[in-house]
């Protein structure tokens, strides 16, 4: 009886012990985003921690393998590889690498090898090189549809839009071409002057889905992110009967800010709950949302757009902007005009990060482009 009560006792704390093991390596000592940057010209992939210290992955990786109690794994090449694999061991291998920096001092000044950087010495590049594709949610908050309405009209408009909610308007933006990082100019085309700017939540898709329902749309998310929706509100040419143009409108090069970076979900926590974000232009506060103001959630707007279309780890799902764009920025005061070269943007998101972009003028057209120039704007009545 005492031999049986001592192995169930040993087996016991041995049971224990692994669980312990096992907990602290499914644990990161501290949140991480992750980014894709430039050093020397060389493009990688990294951690950034504590918002200041860049981390390179693969050269961190190689360090942790050096201790026979990591087995070796390689790592990804890019962002997409990144999301693609990290719910299959590269998330706890990241933690590890996490853990092994923190409990070494590593992240201390004085006692960083050379893969850890500060944020400020390296060039960060949008995120994800490139989305499969961007899929954009319009007229989604309250604020945004009420433009420039008084109080009384926004409260009665955000009545009625609530009482009869419809389903998600979606459009597509282009990726490559579109897609910019922070730092990195937004071009206003040539010819066009009414350019405007939309701050707006990015979901990154995290794994392969089609028909996902709302209430299990979290499982398929990686992480989030800060995106800008530019837009151009020029319209097509005088007299074409065709009024409505989304890829005028959406699909100039330039015209999809993304990043800093992206913030894994567990270090995020629940956007329906915590979400604010702001935008101002040359320090003017322009625009500003929290969660309540969206008219049809992260989760639904999944759901939609997965019952219209698989979605793939590393696309990106915007939610919609705010009011604060031209129109009711110019009915507020806070602003004169479209965006002009010259000025400069700050998009941020509590708990993700900023993008900062300056705005500049496109260079003039050479050659005859015959019938395939941009369409020249509409003015304003």
């Given at each position: 009886m005492r031999y049986v009560l001592s192995f169930f006792v040993g087996a016991f704390l041995l049971a224990s012990a692994t669980t312990q093991v096992s907990a602290q390596a499914i644990e990161s000592a501290e949140p991480f985003n992750v980014a894709t940057f430039d050093v020397d010209g060389v493009q990688m992939i990294g951690l950034v921690l504590r918002n200041q210290l860049v981390v390179e992955i693969d050269?961190?990786?190689?360090?942790?393998?050096?201790?026979?109690?990591?087995?070796?794994?390689?790592?990804?090449?890019d962002m997409l590889g990144l999301i693609g694999l990290y719910e299959y061991g590269l998330q706890r291998r990241l933690y590890e690498i996490v853990n092994h920096l923190s409990s070494n001092g590593m992240l201390n000044a004085g006692n960083r090898p050379s893969y850890i950087h500060d944020v400020d010495d390296v060039d960060l590049q949008a995120p994800i090189q490139y989305p499969g594709k961007i899929m954009n949610a319009a007229g989604n908050f309250y604020t945004h549809i009420c433009e420039g309405c008084s109080e009384a009209e926004l409260e009665a408009s955000t009545r009625e839009r609530m009482a009869?909610?419809?389903i998600?308007?979606?459009f597509l933006k282009p990726a490559r071409g579109a897609v910019i990082g922070t730092g990195e100019n937004i071009v206003i085309p040539h010819g066009r002057t009414q350019t405007d700017w939309e701050i707006e939540f990015a979901t990154v898709i995290g794994r392969t889905g089609k028909y996902i329902a709302a209430e299990d749309a979290e499982d398929y998310v990686f992480g989030y992110m800060v995106s800008i929706d530019i837009s151009d509100r020029g319209g097509r040419p005088p007299g074409d009967p065709r009024s409505s143009d989304w890829f005028v409108g959406k699909g100039h090069d330039t015209f999809a800010p993304q990043g800093p970076w992206i913030t894994p979900k567990e270090f995020y926590g629940n956007p329906m709950e915590r979400l604010h974000q702001q935008l101002s232009i040359d320090g003017v506060q322009v625009q500003e949302a929290r969660a309540g103001d969206m008219i049809h959630n992260i989760w639904e707007l999944m759901e939609y757009a997965s019952s219209l279309i698989t979605v793939f780890p590393g696309d990106v799902l915007n939610s919609g902007t705010t009011g604060g764009t031209s129109s009711g920025a110019f009915e507020s005061g806070t602003r004169s005009g479209y965006l002009e070269p010259g000025e400069r943007i700050e998009a941020t998101i509590e708990g993700i990060g900023t993008l900062e972009h300056t705005v500049v003028a496109g260079e003039v057209p050479s050659g005859n482009l015959s019938g395939a120039q941009l369409p020249p704007v509409v003015e304003d009545n």
């Open positions: 050269a961190a990786n190689r360090n942790l393998q050096q201790n026979p109690a990591f087995p070796e794994m390689a790592m990804p090449e009869n909610r419809g998600p308007y979606l």
